[in-house]
């Protein structure tokens, strides 16, 4: 018999821990229909209703929290629901609201455990952490007159750091910006429940990739559960609803032509991957915001797009946004991008890019040095094929 | 018979002789081979071998020019679909070569040609060709006692200052080889290592490097006027900056003023940090200090440029490809370089301390196998220019092209390997 590491209450409260299959083995083993099929006969289906469709309407919302979260038994069933939901959505965008929004939460209830809890979770994960007692100091901070030791009772091993901080991009996460020694990394436990946020978030979108036919296939056989039909409906057509206000490229730019139209493949791969509710890194948030700034994008707009990030918080990036905006900061241009290795012209073989142009003004061939440069050139392209159009038609007419 | 021929045949005999000498590493039967063969510049890939009798036989049977195992482990090492492999964890490797980094004496045995407009140079080549702008350059690079001393102790400082007490790795973990040619490599072989993502391998390069620091992070910080500097008590990067600030204000006045020449700090600014030397020292040395950083000249990015040179100073200059790539090949201990003759050899970090690669006393670590005193060779030079090479403690050349020379084997075999003379 397998010994549980952390109590019951934990596992409803958190049924993303390992020691959820040691408890609540029976539900793990049934295929996910008999699994469906039983928790709707268990429990009230109003209240599964109720309880998913909130959860899936605040992630829908960029909502940072879900009214009336709770923490029972239920909890794991629909945390395993909200699981073969995403799977069956099989759609990156749903998954990565859904994963951010839960993690959000279960990061505001983990900040508020106690330190030994947070060492039990982290044991359950089989994270290799140090809990210490007494807390050790290991940095010091002297500005002036004011002495202050940072300490901490927990290390973690660099291994499973980097195995959670790495993705996150963040300088503030980065190895050589920490205390490592003896292979141990000092955190503190902030630091460290926002690794746990990371690990939430990977298991949430952590799903078994099907190929076409077995989606369709796993699809069919759930549907035949009329209240999974139903709520799956109701939720996608939620999503359908929403889906308009949460389209970032929706805005114009110049006077005839979308953004997507004219982007070039760096501002089209960042903001692809903030459609998709993708963590940016540091430089990729930069890049956007001074050049959107540069595109007279309204700030609204700008802070709309970063709506969808894991790490979204409407006061800081409204902060930031108009901070570059007051700072007057000039958008990169290309040197600087490949330099911080945005620059997608070789990833996505943009001819634009990779050849560049003719520049009539100038009788030469010229390559495209500045992001802005490539929208000039495609915009007068594009305009170009517009007004040769519209002469054809009227020649046909 | 042709050069590759020839050499091909001595790799065989080789390998048939010296079956015993090939040794097994770790999980052989999950890591993927590579062969470049001697008739053409490719990799073939994606081998395995069940037994290390079978890799033994190939070897001398083939006799290829150069062969690399991977540091990953797959469940089918010879599928020849990346992803249907079995990703089974990649061990850490770590790989200093002089080709990446600055050394003085390049300037006497290097040289560069470019492959647009045939300029050619001494040393490393610019990014770009002066001439046409090209970025292209075909390199001859040559193996030199001194540029292999520094990619030594750039291993002897990587494990002692950062793998061991930092990462807090085991001596046994580590997996030493010189190359065969200008550089080593350690392959780190740990479970939990084995896990590790690009990103995370990222994460470790950079540590090793030092890029990418945030000294505001570390503690470095400007208010009202003031700069407040980084801890030696602060564990980790900060700890390795200050130890180094330490030693070179209680060094020599010369070390400082060659440093910030480096950085290019004017001549008043040097002497400014100069004459500061003791009381900089006893602002980050004294325990009851404000710890204001105050020399005249240096402003916030001042230090910045100060604080760049040195974690430039501290950091290992090593090969971030090779550490971040998962399903990366690396020469398999013991087989022999294709660019000299020489062999992989591999080493504890105790036998490092006193290794020389290209005079070794000891039998059981001379990488240079075809030594050969008494037996020489008559070869023609057919390259330009080559540099005087010192090897076995005896000098040979300079030679330009069409020199008939007489060699003994083991330099003749370098030479061949190289290319740049033919057999007589």
């Known amino acids: 018999m397998q010994v549980l590491a952390v109590q019951i209450e934990l596992i409803n409260h958190y049924p993303w821990l390992p020691s959820t299959k040691v408890i609540y083995s029976d539900i793990l083993s049934e295929k996910p229909r008999e699994f469906i099929k039983r928790l709707f006969l268990d429990y009230p289906l109003d209240e599964i209703y109720e309880r998913v469709i909130r959860i899936f309407g605040a992630a829908f919302e960029n909502k940072e929290e879900i009214l009336n979260y709770k923490i029972d038994e239920l909890n794991v069933y629909l945390y395993l629901l909200l699981k073969i939901l995403l799977s069956i959505f099989n759609d990156n965008a749903i998954a990565n609201r859904i994963a951010n929004l839960y993690s959000k939460i279960n990061y505001n209830e983990l900040s508020i455990e106690s330190d030994f809890v947070i060492y039990e979770i982290c044991r359950d994960l089989e994270l290799d952490i140090l809990y210490y007692e007494n807390p050790i100091t290991y940095r010091i901070i002297i500005a002036k007159n004011q002495r202050e030791e940072i300490k901490t009772k927990f290390t973690i091993h660099f291994t499973d750091y980097l195995n959670l901080a790495a993705s996150m991009r963040d300088d503030f996460r980065k190895l050589v910006n920490n205390s490592l020694k003896n292979g141990e990394v000092f955190i503190q436990k902030r630091d460290l429940v926002r690794l746990l946020q990371e690990y939430v978030r990977k298991k949430v979108l952590s799903r078994q990739k099907l190929d076409k036919n077995s989606l369709e296939k796993s699809r069919q056989k759930l549907f035949k559960i009329d209240e999974f039909k139903q709520l799956h409906d109701r939720i996608l057509l939620d999503w359908e609803k929403m889906r308009d206000d949460h389209e970032p490229l929706e805005f114009q730019w110049g006077e005839d032509f979308e953004l997507t139209e004219i982007a070039p493949p760096c501002l089209k791969h960042v903001l692809h991957k903030a459609s998709e509710s993708q963590n940016l890194i540091h430089n990729e948030r930069l890049f956007l915001v001074f050049l959107l700034h540069a595109l007279k994008i309204p700030i609204e707009k700008i802070v709309k797009i970063f709506s969808t990030l894991p790490d979204f918080d409407r006061d800081k990036t409204l902060y930031q946004v108009n901070f570059a905006l007051n700072k007057k900061y000039t958008p990169h241009k290309c040197d600087t991008l490949k330099s911080l290795n945005l620059c997608m012209a070789e990833k996505y073989k943009d001819e634009l890019c990779l050849k560049g142009y003719y520049s009539i003004a100038k009788d030469e061939e010229r390559k495209v040095n500045h992001p802005l440069t490539y929208m000039y050139v495609k915009q007068y392209r594009l305009s170009k094929t517009k007004i040769q159009d519209e002469m054809n038609k009227g020649k046909n007419e | ?424």
């Open chain 2, 1 to 424: 018979m042709s050069e590759n021929a020839y050499l091909q045949r001595l790799f065989q005999r080789y390998y048939s002789e010296k079956r015993e000498d090939i040794p097994k590493v770790n999980s052989f039967e999950k890591r993927e081979f590579g062969f470049i063969p001697w008739n053409k510049q490719i990799m073939i890939r994606h081998l395995a071998f069940r037994e290390l009798g079978d890799l033994r036989e190939k070897l001398a049977l083939e006799g290829p020019r150069h062969v690399y195992s991977s540091g990953t482990l797959y469940e089918e090492p010879d599928h020849l679909d990346m992803n249907q492999k079995g990703y089974n964890g990649c061990d850490l490797i770590i790989d200093i070569d002089v080709d990446h980094f600055f050394t003085p004496c390049k300037e006497h045995h290097d040289t560069w040609s470019c492959k647009e407009c045939g300029l050619t140079g001494k040393g490393m080549p610019d990014k770009k060709c002066k001439k046409c702008g090209n970025n292209k350059f075909k390199n001859v690079a040559w193996v030199c006692d001194k540029c292999l001393e520094i990619a030594k102790q750039s291993i002897v400082r990587l494990a002692h200052d950062f793998l061991l007490p930092d990462f807090g790795i085991q001596e046994s973990e580590l997996n030493i080889a010189f190359s065969g040619h200008r550089g080593y490599h350690i392959k780190i072989e740990n479970e939990k290592m084995r896990s590790l993502s690009s990103d995370g391998r990222r994460e470790i390069a950079d540590y090793l490097s030092g890029n990418n620091i945030s000294y505001e992070i570390l503690g470095f910080k400007s208010k009202s006027n003031n700069i407040y500097g980084l801890r030696r008590e602060n564990i980790g990067w900060s700890q390795k900056i200050m130890d180094k600030i330490e030693d070179l204000l209680k060094g020599p006045s010369s070390d400082i003023e060659h440093l910030l020449e480096k950085l290019n700090f004017s001549k008043n600014k040097i002497e400014s940090f100069k004459n500061s030397k003791d009381v900089f020292l006893h602002i980050i040395t004294s325990k009851n200090t404000q710890n204001i950083w105050a020399i005249e000249g240096y402003s916030h990015n001042g230090w910045i440029t100060f604080l760049n040179g040195i974690a430039k100073e501290i950091g290992i200059e090593i090969d971030e490809p090779v550490t971040i790539d998962i399903h990366r090949l690396i020469r398999y201990p013991g087989t022999l370089h294709g660019k000299t003759g020489f062999k992989v050899q591999e080493l504890t970090l105790k036998e490092l301390d006193f290794f020389t690669p290209l005079d070794e006393p000891k039998k059981n670590l001379d990488p240079i196998v075809f030594y050969g005193k008494n037996v020489n060779l008559k070869l023609k030079i057919i390259d330009n220019v080559i540099p005087t090479i010192k090897i076995k403690g005896e000098t040979f050349g300079p030679y330009k092209e069409g020199d008939i020379i007489e060699v003994p084997n083991h330099v003749a075999v370098m030479l061949l390997s190289k290319e740049v003379a033919t057999l007589l």
